[in-house]
């Protein structure tokens, strides 16, 4: 859902609403089940959002180790359900069908369906739909919490990583959450400059990608000061990002030749061991940046649209950079708007992050970490 278009989220708010509302006449509270055999978890899309429940994918696994617990996720985040250390089941679900959907879940026979979206009525619908006991998350301002047996409260106004810290109580789960993922050596990791290198993730994901992009003239003038101070900046990526890239390198003129592209050259799951053995790692809001945080990289954070205290990198190594414009932070959920989106990130400007960067580069020696 959180990479779904437009028009599927005025029907989510709409008709599938009023359904939610028809549900809910029907309510009931059962505690949960003492031996499920089979166990759903509904995580759409999004690789963030499933790395930062890779936890409580875990605390139900712990909770009920003879159980089948089964992903039910979407193309986009399959990568991540595949890191989750737990080793889950998955099916492939088009969430964008319903119908087939709600098909894939009721053919798991599950006996307890875990919703570990927040917002959508769709995910709450089709977990009440597909199993005898349900959980799942409850925003104050939301109706589809009363369709869930167990009704995890969500907050907007807390870090996801505290939501699903939540979630995995309910399972008994310690207070000290964290992310629980797997990782794999990076095949290239040899071939790169590890003690000089800077990762840098310049663009984001999913249909908000343009509002938290940090301007190229700016990426410019902190790729310029690495590059001066002797350390290798490296741009991460799918493929389609190199054109980012481009004209990246275009602004840096002759200072370039100093830079690695490496978009769409290594897997996602050796990307994390790559950040955990690089010098730095400098992002805007998107997956590299949970995925950092889950292996404790040296990371920075640039953040607009969102605020590092809801959607930052929880790490010992990790600190956010807030765009100082009034308007920032308007999205708590992902499927917010704001009429001045495109100049928040614009506010961030390179004197409030390259001195900490910088001085990050200067100080921080690099210790070759213990692998996942």
Known sequence: MARSSEWMRQLDRSLLAAMVRVLSLTNRRRSLPVAPERVGVIQPTAIGDTLIASGAVAAIAERYP??????FHGANNAPAVGMIASRPDSVLCDFSRPDRALRALRAGRLDLTVDLTPWPNLTAILARLSAPCTIGFAPADAIRGKLFDVAVPHSGDRHELENLAAMARVFGAADDYSMQIRTKDCAMA???PLDRLVLCQLSAGGSRAAEKAWPLEYWAALC??????????????VAGDQKVVDALCALLGTAAKATIS?????????LGDLMRR??????????????AGAVDARVFGLHGPTRSR???????NGQGFDSPHPD????AYGTETHPRAMEIMKALTPDIVLPAVCEAARSVSHVEPTLV
């Open 328 to 331: 920032a932070g308007y999205i």
């Open 262 to 270: 490496l978009c769409g050259k290594i897997p996602f799951a050796e």
């Open 190 to 192: 040899s071939e790169l």
């Open 66 to 71: 003879a159980a089948r617990v089964i992903v």
């Open 224 to 237: 310029s000061r690495l590059i001066d101070a002797g350390y290798v900046p490296a741009f991460t990526g």
């Open 310 to 316: 809801r959607w930052g990198a929880r790490s010992t």
């Open 278 to 291: 690089a010098h730095a790692v400098v992002t805007v809001d998107t997956s590299v940046l949970h995925l």
